[in-house]
């Protein structure tokens, strides 16, 4: 089905003659324009109204009708219209959904449509496998981080298909936080293995109840056990382990420098300091949950604290032609969405939520709905040599790229995640998809609130959505030529050529570090290891380099001996600088304004002093977009 069939828009035109002398033409709408998603496929017995006002007479002739309201507690003024009109399932829900329109206090009445998810694919664990021998000094104990190209590729993985810097340059932003405790990530997927080794520290637990007594809704949030979040398919507390959803959670928050498994991007320093991940289940084994519990499940993670919303999957693709249209259809899951983004917050630190979704697997070349709306982040996934990833949906509606791994470049150039642990397992696998680069860029977000916190700064969701989106390497360059995938229904290999991806993948590949820099208004500096860089700083000094003279520029010993600085000065008026170690450092830079002189018996001019963080990468492309 290409598009949801949705009533034909018909509206009918009736002439009223008010007088002999004067005849109005006015627009009625058609009850069937009330209609929305009309569908085979939508839920039976029950149908999803809104209305304008709270009604208890609501009826259909010969149908006995049950009328709830859709969403409890807090409620705004769009949720509170919101009702779920339940009737016999054998019923039709055409028939019922039409007699309903013709109420005149009915505004909209919606088919209930169950969610695709965004699949992903997992790939086996190699058998055996090279120790990995990357010359980077890890700062945590994890064994599976050597392995986690995506968070620090310095190319040396696989030579031929991996290129340093296709990452999202973590371990740099490490240096600045690694997570807080106090921000809380919802995870829109399959189960959360709340219990697992490496994550049970990091996840978001509602105290009241699990101190509290079974088959009771303690802490009164209107869910009956709900610990590590709720189960919105079986509508239980009882959250059950998913290895999709348990994959991308650890993406976001594995913990961290705890001597097992892998590494979380806001997993903490192993001190009980990671982010929290809250379990929305929407997925359990086959089933999917509807739209009406999604949109539960978006409200009860911004009603408990969630600020970001992580979410891998999307309406059918191409159910939508454009914002607009997906306006107009006014769908629950927005008016959902819309409470998430304004009244989720962490107070001190965030006002309102940030939506982020995977933009789809179909190598279509629109990012699928609801991610393409222009409030939400749609993340494409790039594979570890920066080239699109060959499922990765790309075009109109991308945002922004990140890791998401490849799997014809095998199986270690996946994404490293943890995944349901069995008795004998691992605990973490590899998967491939836009859901594993999603949770990337939910996790670097989960990072910029974290550092947020420990700098006193203050975000609006919009703020950050903005800075998520300009926190970006380019990663056009890169889409030239051709690689190879497997085609299934070609039976055989197929050349992918990558030109379409270019400018299609979004504004770029996020970098962690660089968001954190972002914030601090500090500019970074990108030089090749190894190699003597000349950098201009006109820019920065407000572009007057020929009325400035440059004073001093300071490293600290330890930034000096991080990076081997063996030069750092000014010369003519630029930067002369060669660092031979990757990695990152704050250095200063002072100029003087006005003359040659601060101070002293003649008339000179004052200081300007500016910070910068030099980034030192290796093996990057001459010009690589980096400077
Ligand atoms: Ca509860
Ligand atoms: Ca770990």
Redesign the pocket.
């Known amino acids: 089905m290409k598009r949801l069939f949705w009533f034909t828009l018909v509206a009918v035109l009736a002439t009223a003659c008010v007088n002999d002398n004067l005849s109005l033409e006015s627009v009625v709408e058609s009850p069937s324009d009330k209609i929305f998603y009309a569908s085979e496929r939508a839920a039976k017995g029950h149908l999803l109204v809104m209305l304008d006002a709270p009604v208890d007479d609501l009826s259909v002739e010969g149908v006995e009708l049950s009328v709830e309201p859709l969403f409890s507690g807090k409620l705004d003024e769009k949720l509170e219209k919101w009702f779920l009109v339940s009737f016999d399932e054998s019923l039709s829900n055409d028939v019922v959904a039409e007699a309903l329109a013709l109420d005149s206090r009915v505004m909209r009445v919606e088919y209930d449509l169950p969610m695709k998810r965004v699949e992903s694919t997992k790939v086996a664990m190699p058998a055996d496998r090279p120790a990995a021998t990357r010359a980077a000094t890890l700062p945590f104990n994890d064994p599976e981080l050597e392995w986690q190209w995506h968070y620090y590729n310095d190319g040396s993985l696989d030579p031929d298909l991996c290129v340093a810097g296709a990452d999202i340059n973590l371990l740099n932003a490490w240096k600045y936080t690694a997570g807080d405790n106090r921000v809380i990530v919802a995870v829109c997927d399959g189960g959360v293995m709340a219990d697992h080794k490496d994550l049970a520290d990091n996840m978001w637990v ?1 105290e ?2 699990k101190n ?1 007594t079974q088959g009771v ?10 610990i590590y979040g709720y189960n919105f398919v079986a509508d239980s ?1 009882n959250v059950t382990p998913d290895a999709h959803g348990t994959h991308v959670a650890g993406t976001i928050a594995a913990v961290n420098n705890n001597g097992y498994a892998v590494c979380g991007i806001a997993g903490g320093t192993g001190g009980g300091d990671g982010v929290k991940v809250m379990s929305i289940q929407i997925f359990e084994g086959e089933d999917g949950c509807y739209a009406h519990q999604i949109a539960n499940g978006i409200k009860y993670a911004a009603d408990n604290g969630a600020i970001i919303i992580n979410n891998s999957w999307c309406y059918e693709p191409d159910s939508y032609v454009g914002d607009n249209d997906y306006e107009q259809w006014d769908s629950v899951l927005k008016s959902a969405f819309d409470y998430f983004k304004t009244n989720a917050r962490l107070e001190g630190a965030m006002e309102g939520g940030l939506v982020v979704f995977a933009a789809g697997n179909e190598s279509f070349s629109t990012s699928s709905y609801p991610a393409a709306y222009h409030d939400y982040i749609s993340v494409s996934a790039m594979s570890s040599d920066f080239t699109a990833a060959y499922y990765t949906n790309y075009g109109p509606g991308v945002n922004v790229c990140a890791p998401g791994g490849d799997a014809y470049y095998g199986t270690t150039l996946c994404v490293s995640s943890t995944s349901v642990q069995y008795a004998n397992s691992y605990g973490y696998e590899y998967m491939q998809g836009t859901s594993m680069a999603c949770p990337h860029v939910s996790g670097c977000a989960a990072l910029a609130v974290s550092y947020a916190l420990k700098q006193g700064y203050r975000l609006t969701a919009d703020e950050l959505h903005r800075l998520i989106l300009t926190s970006v390497h380019d990663v056009n360059q890169y889409q030239t030529g051709t690689k190879q995938y497997f085609d299934y229904s070609a039976g055989t290999y197929v050349d992918m050529p990558l030109a379409p991806y270019a400018g299609k993948l979004g504004s770029g590949f996020i970098d962690a570090h660089l968001l954190l820099m972002q914030m601090d208004h500090t500019p970074c500096l990108y030089l090749k290891t190894g190699v003597e860089s000349l950098l201009s700083l006109d820019e920065y000094f407000g572009g007057a380099s020929k009325d400035l003279n440059y004073a001093e520029c300071n490293a600290s010993d330890d930034v000096r001996q991080q990076l081997g600085i063996e030069t750092f000065k000014m010369e003519d008026g630029v930067l002369k600088i060669k660092a031979t170690k990757p990695g990152s450092g704050r250095v200063s830079v002072k100029a003087i304004v006005g003359g040659d002189h601060v101070g002293g018996d003649s008339i000179g001019g004052s200081y300007v002093e500016r910070e910068f963080e030099i980034v030192v990468r290796g093996a990057v492309a001459e010009n690589g977009g980096w400077l």
Request: charged residues 40%; glycine residues 26%; proline residues 0%.
């Open positions: 509602n009241a109840e509290g809704d303690d802490d009164g949030n209107g869910y009956v056990d709900d507390g």
